[in-house]
């Protein structure tokens, strides 16, 4: 069984082949690995995971949903919900409508805070973050996304050139676009494909991606 490493089901199926559904040639190894395999490892792997789903049948599922609903507040125009997580571990999260930005007291105490500290980490999401969301273009894997603005950008540079930093950029776009989008910045980390590929500190484009 080959699974894509995104599947909420790679959690019970275990003995399946976990694969990055955006990369050909890793599908392609994957099938000629477990054309190869032994037939009775293939009979082992086989009767584990039939095991498992037998356990875990569509009934269970749906009632589990069920009382998830029963027990999730259902005042749902007082809250807001949205995505955080990487890879398969993204989950959603539910916080209330009326989350503000922070007032003056909490800015001056976070800046305070970050003049004195010695060491720092940024996790920013390309859009929706340091550029926005094209609601017709949101799950297109090969668009490209928005360019940055001129203040994002100047921000960016800012954060990467300061020694006490650790910047990353994650994002769903590919290794490709996200390697050409941010070419001009050193020091820059970046998670592609929703954080299943991941580069330490880019600098012109010569670091390789590793897998999660």
């Known amino acids: ?33 477990v054309v190869r395999e032994p037939i009775e490892q293939k009979i082992a792997k ?45 989950r959603l999260l539910k916080t209330r409508s009326d989350f503000h930005l922070l007032d003056d007291q909490i800015k001056n105490s976070i800046a305070k805070a970050y003049v004195n500290s ?28 928005t360019g940055l603005t001129t203040a994002a950008t100047n921000i960016l540079h800012e954060l990467c050139h300061d020694t006490l930093n650790t910047t990353y950029i994650v994002s769903g776009r590919s290794v490709d676009i996200m390697k050409e ?11 592609a494909d929703n954080g299943y590929y991941y580069a330490c500190n880019q600098i012109q484009q010569k670091t390789e991606f590793s897998k999660l």
């Open 181 to 191: 989008k941010f070419k001009d910045f050193d020091n820059l980390g970046i998670a």
């Open 118 to 145: 010695k060491n720092r980490i940024f996790i920013l999401d390309n859009e929706g973050t340091l550029g926005p969301i094209d609601p017709h273009k949101g799950n297109d894997v090969l668009y490209q996304g």
């Open 1 to 33: 069984l080959i699974l894509s490493s995104f599947s909420g089901s790679i959690s019970s199926l275990v003995t399946s082949t976990m694969v990055n559904p955006y990369n050909t040639l890793e599908i392609a190894k994957a099938i000629k690995n």
């Open 46 to 90: 086989f009767e584990h995971d039939f095991e498992s789903v037998k356990k875990n049948t569509v009934k269970k599922w749906v009632d589990s949903w069920l009382c998830d609903l029963i027990r999730a507040d259902n005042r749902t125009n007082k809250s807001i919900i949205m995505s955080v997580g990487l890879g398969k571990t993204t």
